[in-house]
């Protein structure tokens, strides 16, 4: 996983913190799902896929952490495995 901007990265809590213009998460699939736990206040991010916008992910406006499906393969029970 390669992080591209400005990151937060506080490994032994098992977090990474971003949330400025043009902060980047890239990485390379390999199984048939990809989720993301995120925190934020209405923020939203663009998902890419292969270079393509693939979905956009909007946070509750309350802070609160939740679960986002980024990606799955259609064998995937909806990014459930």
Excluded: C
Aim: hydrophobic share 30%; proline share 1%; net charge positive.
């Amino acid at each position: 996983m390669v992080y591209e901007g400005r990151v937060s990265k506080h490994y032994s809590k098992g977090q990474v913190e971003f949330n400025w213009p043009g902060t980047q998460l890239k990485t390379k699939l390999v199984g048939k799902s990809l989720k993301v736990t995120l925190a934020g206040y209405g923020d939203q991010f663009d998902v890419l896929v292969n270079g393509q916008l693939h979905k956009k992910i909007v946070t509750n406006a309350n802070g609160n952490f939740e679960e986002h499906v980024v990606f799955y393969t259609a064998g995937s029970q909806n990014g459930r495995d």
